[in-house]
């Protein structure tokens, strides 16, 4: 497990070139979204009519809140890169990880951390959050996750729906989510690109976007596609399924020639544009990365191939409550399995759902991760690892906290493609870092700092500094830093 | 098959069917050497649970071991009552969405179900009934949903026995409504839902008054049939609790005027904003079944959501019944079993611990009535016991062993079955029995 993910993070430092697909088996089309192509989109305005690679139309203006040099010493620091260092210390430094290790040198003026009985571990990353796109409170007004019209819409961008002042965030960031990949509902085959999201207070989405993370694509196996367009068009089936995809598919591979060709020799007039197929020649070209909803092993498998058919990887399974069926699979093609702990049984592909799900595929040497799709369990994703640690135990799989940390940072971070910047305590990594009050996987334990990019965001002690949206105020009374 | 044949075979059966029953009804157990809470008093260290006949006949440290007793060593563990959750959707229906069938709601267009004996298709056998049973919980109350009054449940051990009767603790062990949702409720607005409860309580005072003319039909029509007003008389008489969905505070309010108007004997589920009236639910007696797990405000009668609201609740003097309220996690079926982290979540958020698990055993046992049978660890009580690896909240902490009425109940889950069969890859499709 610790190799696969060390040769993760040599792939993706080559990943940071443009356009430049991060796995090996590049589609057998070639990859063409080239840095010439690329300085198009980063610097001519109105270049809509255009289908350009790598386009960067809705850019991030994020930038990292104020920070102040902070040391926290005498703590126990899970870092999802090694063993853990008990009694260590971490230096945050101009939003970085300055420094790690059993002890640091600190600049005088730094503000400094006694950790004692405490735990330190990189901040959490949800690779499958619709705070934002489904807001609260849940009324139909806000909805916005779902395009239910028809069953291709990968022209839409979750990020046009997601709402900042949805009070659901700072509940996130309290429970210790740094990071997430805000995805499109699961209604329709191809539901859209998904928004990652540094968990911040902004006045707009483009405030809270990961600078220069990939876009994700939202695809969507089993009964959910079949359920909605059923009596509408279809597909009613899931063979209905499969022909929707590969459908596509073949309209977007035209697409992507049409319009690479148009870039390479730019003669007459460019070709159409086509928000949906270019979302799709995206994905063959391998800049975006493919985030699908699969519940099923026999599933997974078929799309597995189908993927091979038109020369595109699956970056992650998502919601696979049975991918433990399939773990050796899943390791042979370098798929994520993005997972609950114990949900279940409320439909019928999510019926063989059990809880050593995690371990099992990890066992097996597949990057495995927990993920939520959901609000509130987006707060207790240690508490969700936990269970699934004990599970692995039952059944004869010790899976170390060392190991289990990972679940929840380094393995989602690479399924973003973004193992080279989060997910581990590393010096020069974002200092994404949460301080919790006591082990992570104990069910009494609170989150009591969470620092992005070095800034301090959310702090148990300073109720009045805790981050309340607009819609919390007046309508959400205040707790007053009630423990 | 020849007649003779036939025959003895089925004395065979019946010889092995009391061969099984006779030594179950007649064995004595003794847990020995843990740390028992018998939540009714203080934790005993070192203590002894002696189990006969299905009951518990003694609990303490110098408790007096037959010799023909089946020793049980608990040293080092945790020995609790068994666990109850008591809001749950268990044994109706195994599959919750578009699949299977689903015992939880009646069909009805005015939202008025008071009839609805839900434990008539509660299913025994439920695949979710061993799992639950591995997370330590042994009873629940098994829920009707929706409408306004949505129907009467009941309490039941998950035994694993398939008659009904082998099964139920308590039948209705209460009424169940919700005034949250006026479009579930069949209603327009909270004031036509008030209004609707009123007629329902006035009518079934009259029809309860005036049987035989209703019988000859010299009544005014009722706002519901025969078999609903029947059913709410006890609930009417205050004998019965009524059990009220309500997250507002205003609707926890108003809920309460009611109860007092009419001396019904009201429990609020859900309760979100309960905190915000802990007082006034504390001096009308008027339990409370909540969670620790919600703090997002999910609707605009949820505002109020803090995971706070447990401890805050039992601060004021509440009793409460602690339930699953995470919200997706289908806490109310596949994941009833997760209650003891919910009561865990509460201690994080401020609980005492022996409150914590009070609001899992004998705090909805007393709210429902059935703390004679269930709930504690004392003389009298049905021998619902689990030992416990650690404690019971944690999640590295599996329950070890779980008694049911006196008998150890370890059959595997088809949870466990699938994990075994998928341990090696392929798997073996063969049978693991």
């Not at chain 2, 009552?81 to 689903?102: C, E, I, K, Q």
Request: proline letters at 5%; one cysteine or more; aromatic letters at 8%.
């Amino acid at each position: 497990m610790r190799i696969v993910v060390a040769l993760a993070a040599a792939i993706t430092a080559f990943a940071c070139a443009p356009a430049k697909a991060s796995q090996a088996p590049a589609p057998k089309v070639a990859a063409t979204g080239d840095t010439t192509h690329q300085k198009d989109t980063a610097t001519t305005a109105g270049a809509g009519a255009l289908s350009l690679p790598n386009a960067d139309p809705y850019p991030s203006t994020y930038k990292p809140f104020p920070s102040k040099t902070t040391v926290i010493k005498n703590v126990t620091i899970l870092t999802a890169a090694g063993p853990r260092i008990t009694g260590g210390s971490i230096l945050l430094q101009d939003g970085k990880i300055a420094a790690v290790g059993a002890t640091v040198n600190a600049p005088a003026d730094a503000v400094v951390i006694d950790g004692t009985g405490k735990f330190v571990t990189p901040g959490i990353i949800d690779v499958h959050s619709h705070i934002g796109d489904y807001p609260a409170p849940g009324v139909e007004a806000n909805s916005d996750g779902n395009e239910m019209v028809r069953p291709v819409t990968a022209y839409v961008w979750a990020e046009h729906s997601v709402w900042p002042q949805d009070p659901q965030f700072p509940r996130q960031l309290a429970g210790g989510v740094t990071t997430a990949q805000i995805l499109p509902g699961s209604a329709n085959l191809f539901g859209g690109r998904s928004a990652i999201v540094k968990i911040v207070p902004s006045r707009t989405v483009q405030g809270m976007k990961f600078p220069g993370a990939k876009y994700g694509l939202k695809m969507a196996c089993g009964e959910n596609p079949k359920r909605v367009y059923g009596n509408k068009g279809g597909p009613q089936t899931r063979m209905g399924n499969m022909a929707g995809y590969r459908t596509a598919w073949i309209e977007a591979e035209q697409y992507r020639r049409k319009w690479d060709k148009w870039l390479k020799d730019r003669k007459g007039d460019p070709p159409a544009r086509d928000l949906n197929l270019e979302t799709l020649a995206e994905v063959l070209r391998g800049n975006i990365l493919v985030q699908m909803h699969c519940y099923r092993a026999d599933e997974m498998a078929q799309v597995i191939d189908m993927s091979h058919e038109f020369g595109y990887k699956v970056r992650a399974f998502h919601h696979g409550v049975e991918a433990y069926k399939i773990a050796d699979l899943l390791a042979k093609e370098g798929i994520g399995a993005a997972v609950w702990a114990d949900w279940g049984g409320f439909k019928m592909e999510a019926n063989d759902a059990v809880r050593a799900n995690l371990a099992l595929l990890s066992k097996a040497g597949v990057r495995a991760m927990i993920h939520s799709d959901d609000a509130s369990g987006t707060q207790r994703l240690t508490q969700e690892v936990a269970k699934a640690m004990e599970a692995g135990k039952e059944i004869g799989i010790d899976v170390s906290e060392d190991d289990a940390i990972k679940w929840l940072t380094i393995n989602p971070a690479w399924a973003l493609d973004l193992d080279s910047k989060i997910g581990s305590i590393e010096t020069g990594k974002d200092a994404d870092v949460v301080l919790w009050s006591g082990d992570p996987f104990s069910v009494y334990t609170r989150t009591d700092k969470v620092w992005i990019d070095g800034a301090l965001l959310y702090d148990r002690d300073d109720a009045k500094g805790q981050w309340r949206t607009d819609f919390d105020l007046g309508y959400v009374p205040f707790a007053g830093g009630a423990k | 098959m020849n007649p003779m044949t036939r025959q003895v075979r089925q004395v065979l059966v019946l010889a092995a069917a009391c061969a099984f029953a006779l030594p179950a009804g007649a064995q004595t157990i003794a847990i020995t050497g843990g740390k028992v809470y018998p939540v009714s008093g203080p934790a005993i260290e070192n203590g002894t649970v002696l189990i006969r006949d299905g009951k518990i006949v003694a609990v303490g440290k110098d408790v007096a071991i037959p010799s023909d007793a089946q020793k049980v060593d608990a040293t080092g563990k945790w020995v609790t009552p068994g666990l109850v959750n008591s809001y749950t959707n268990l044994g109706f229906g195994d599959v919750g969405f578009s699949a299977g069938p689903r015992e939880l709601r009646a069909k009805r267009g005015d939202g008025i179900a008071s009839g609805f004996a839900s434990w008539e298709g509660y299913n025994t056998q439920s695949v979710h009934i061993a799992s639950t049973r591995e997370g330590g919980v042994t009873s629940v109350l098994a829920s009707p949903a929706g409408g306004l009054i949505s129907g009467q449940a009941a309490i039941v051990d998950l035994t694993g026995a398939i008659a009904l009767p082998d099964v139920l603790v308590k039948a209705p062990a209460t009424m169940v409504s919700q005034i949250d949702d006026n479009q579930s409720a069949e209603v327009g607005a909270k004031g036509e839902l008030f209004g609707r409860l009123r007629d329902l309580i006035e009518d079934t005072k009259a029809y309860e008054h005036r049987k035989a003319d209703y019988e000859r039909a010299q009544t005014r029509d009722f706002v519901a049939s025969r078999r609903d007003l029947e059913a709410m008389i006890p609930v009417v008489e205050g004998r019965e609790p009524l059990t009220i969905e309500a997250e507002q505070a205003s609707d926890i309010e108003g809920a309460l005027s009611l109860a007092k108007e009419y001396g019904l004997k009201i429990v609020i589920a859900g309760g979100t904003e309960a905190w915000k009236v802990a007082d006034k639910l504390a001096a009308a007696k008027v339990p409370v079944l909540a969670g620790a797990m919600n703090n997002i405000p999910l609707s605009f009668s949820m505002l109020g959501a803090r995971q706070e609201n447990l401890a805050m609740l039992r601060k004021a003097g509440v009793e409460v019944g602690i339930i699953g309220n995470a919200g997706g996690g289908d806490e109310e079926l596949f994941n009833v079993r997760n209650v003891r982290f919910e009561a865990g979540n509460a201690v994080a958020y401020g609980m005492s611990w022996d409150d914590a698990l009070r609001g899992i055993t004998l705090g909805p046992a007393e709210i429902y009535g059935v703390s004679d049978k269930i709930g504690s660890l004392r003389p009298g009580r049905e021998a619902n016991v689990v030992i416990w690896s650690g404690d019971p909240f944690e999640f590295s902490t599996r329950a070890e062993a779980v008694f049911i009425r006196g008998k150890k109940l370890d059959a595997p889950s088809r949870q466990d079955m699938l994990e075994n069969r998928y341990k090696t890859l392929p798997p073996n499709y063969g049978s693991p029995e």
